[in-house]
């Protein structure tokens, strides 16, 4: 596609309630990075893959944040019963820069999910 | 612990003007930068990028200055336009490393 897109734009969970977040990157883009993004803050990352790879996943706060890109293309969020602090936009961006390599590619951010954990 | 830091959480300037934006990182293993313009309801979009072999990079009226002693670079604007406005944040990483480290953003605001 022309650009990231991310599914659901807007979610609204119950405490304790799994979700799934959805992110489709640029078609080709080797790199996909997962981010949360608090209110005030800026993006703090998740998880990184290269193709379907989960190379990094240092980010994720706690086990009940999994994520996966099976076929090395769309990848999925997923956040086991959640809990308030969860609440936050989450960011996918993919690129075509490896990690590692010398190029000088920029990354391209999807628009985000707002999760809401009520 | 921030590792890139944005401390002026707004700025105002006239159209036509200079606007520059500064970021301070503490990682000396940091040497690829970037800066991301954000709008409200949107995801960042990709500004510009500098690695540690250059202390500067232009792209039509962006530029972006390093200085790697004083671990600080800045985002000059010129001449600001009234869709400039937005939040811009600064990113840095190792050239090898896998997550970029995002200040907390400068929100600039061009006044016609």
């Known amino acids: 596609g022309a650009g990231v897109s991310q599914s659901p734009r807007y979610k609204v969970a119950k405490r304790g309630q799994d979700v799934a977040l959805r992110c489709d990157p640029i078609?080709?883009?080797?790199?996909l990075f997962w981010y949360q993004q608090a209110l005030g803050q800026g993006p703090e990352f998740l998880t990184y893959?290269?193709?379907?790879?989960?190379?990094?996943k240092s980010g994720l706060p706690s086990d009940r944040f999994f994520a996966e890109r099976p076929e090395g293309s769309v990848s999925t969020l997923k956040i086991q019963r959640t809990q308030q602090e969860d609440s936050a936009v989450y960011l996918c961006a993919s690129s075509l820069r490896v990690q590692g390599a010398a190029s000088d590619y920029g990354y391209t951010f999807g628009s985000g999910t707002r999760l809401t954990v009520v | 612990d921030q590792q890139v830091k944005q401390n002026s959480p707004s700025l105002s300037v006239q159209e036509g003007r200079i606007s520059i934006l500064n970021c301070d990182y503490t990682n000396s293993m940091f040497d690829y930068f970037l800066w991301y313009k954000k709008y409200p309801a949107e995801g960042p979009t990709f500004l510009i990028s500098?690695?540690?072999?250059?202390d500067k990079n232009e792209d039509g009226r962006f530029t972006v200055f390093l200085n790697k002693s004083a671990k600080h670079l800045s985002l000059h604007i010129v001449p600001s336009q009234p869709g400039d406005s937005a939040v811009y944040f600064c990113a840095a990483s190792e050239w090898t490393g896998n997550q970029f480290y995002f200040g907390t953003g400068t929100s600039l605001t061009v006044i016609p």
């Open positions: 500098i690695s540690s072999i250059k």
């Open positions: 078609s080709g883009h080797v790199s």
């Open positions: 893959f290269q193709n379907e790879a989960q190379l990094d």
